[in-house]
Every structure is written in C-alpha cells, then in structure tokens.
C-alpha cells in the first residue's frame, strides 16, 4: 500500500490566488521531508527541505516567500504556493528519505 | 559536484527487443547511493533499484538488470524482451547519504512499441 499521500492529486487555481498541497507519511514517523517539482518533459528539481519543528531549507533559487512550507507533525508536511502564476503550474513530489526514498503520487497544479 | 547523467533523451524500441538505458554519475563521496525509477505517464514515481557504492554485484529482477560498474562511474539499466507497458520515462538518481536528498538525471522515455 501507499506509504506516502499528497492531496490534492491535482488542483486549477486562477492566477494570484494561494494553493495548499499536503504530503502525508501513512507508515513513519518523518523528520525530515523533501519537496521536489517536474516541469513537463523535465527532470525532478529539488525544491526545499521540509524539517519537523523548524524552517524549512530552500534550494538556491526558489524563493521561500512564494513556496511556505510547514511540517506540522512528524507525519504531514505542507506546501502552500502563494499568489500563484502561470509559470508555477506543475508537478510538486513529495518525499520521504528512508530506504527507497519513498515518494508522493505527486500534484499537479495548473494555474489559468 | 554530484552529478547524474543520462545521455539518452528518447528511445523507442519494439517490443520484446532489449535496451539498455545509460546512466553516468558523478561524485568525490566514496559512500553513495544509486537508484533506479520508473515514471509511467500517471506521473507517480516507481522505484526499482538502489545501490549502494559498495555493492558492485550485478542484479536481476525478472526481466531487469541491472549493471554497476565504479571503474567507469555507470549504473546502466537493461530491460530484456520489452514489453508496451515498460513505456515511461526513467529516471536514474544519487544521493550520498542514507537519507539524503536525490539527484536526478535527466531521465530517458522510453517507448515500446507493438
């Protein structure tokens, strides 16, 4: 069974509103969590590092502003795209680093 | 710096023909971490393989293998007599500590044809 969950699998939101996407870990407890996003025919871009009970850890070049990220318990992280654009519609991976680097069905977000 | 490569962009066979997917890495760690994943077109990442550095034995799985080779820093993929629903982008990654975050090649599609 699944052991990572993210919810919405997929989202249409107008361009400057803000959209929430949750990451569950169904089976661990998850200190850590990673956010990754897919530009079509792209690779898988690490975004940030969500850490349980402190501020997440950006990679350079996305802004932190734009893309909050909350790890409210050592089983859900949340990623909120913030006054979202055209150019942040895409496919948002989560995952959580043990073994097999589990990951999240993915969201993908389109924004009109 | 660590780095994934895999030259291969596109490649489209027919079915039950092998191929091999490339992959070249690159890194000073001497502990690392290799994957394998399939990326069918429902977007959802399938993991198939990981390796650590110092495990060079090659894998079977069914109709995978899998062929590490640190003299030449590859990780190269072979799936034998292909089959349609092995269409999908693959992704070989890095990551030099358990735990850590992954690297990715550029990942190479896949297509299979009947």
């Known amino acids: 069974g699944a052991v990572v969950s993210q919810h919405p699998s997929w989202v249409i939101c107008k361009s400057g509103t803000s959209v929430k996407i949750e990451c569950r870990s169904l089976d661990f407890q998850a200190t850590t969590m990673f956010w990754y996003r897919q530009f079509p025919k792209q690779s898988l871009m690490l975004m940030a590092t969500s850490n349980e009970g402190s501020k997440a850890t950006y990679e350079q070049g996305v802004e932190k502003d734009k893309f909050l990220i909350n790890h409210a318990s050592l089983t859900l992280s949340t990623l909120t795209v913030t006054s979202a654009h055209p150019e942040d519609s895409s496919f948002y991976i989560c995952?959580?680093?043990?073994?097999?680097?589990?990951f999240g069905p993915g969201t993908r977000l389109t924004v009109t | 710096a660590q780095k994934v490569t895999q030259a291969q962009t596109e490649i489209s066979v027919v079915e039950k023909e092998d191929v091999t997917l490339d992959c070249v890495y690159e890194?000073?760690?001497?502990?690392?971490?290799l994957f394998w994943y399939k990326q069918p077109p429902s977007g959802e990442l399938v993991f198939l393989i990981r390796?650590?550095?110092?495990?060079?034995q090659n894998e079977i799985s069914g109709r995978y293998s899998w062929n590490f080779q640190k003299s030449t820093s590859s990780f190269n993929f072979t799936i034998t007599a292909s089959q349609v629903v092995d269409s999908a982008v693959y992704f070989c990654a890095l990551v030099y500590n358990q735990g850590g975050k992954l690297i990715f090649g550029q990942g190479t599609e896949l297509s299979v044809k009947p």
């Open positions: 390796r650590n550095s110092f495990d060079e």
């Open positions: 995952s959580v680093p043990l073994y097999e680097q589990y």
């Open positions: 890194t000073r760690d001497t502990t690392y971490y």
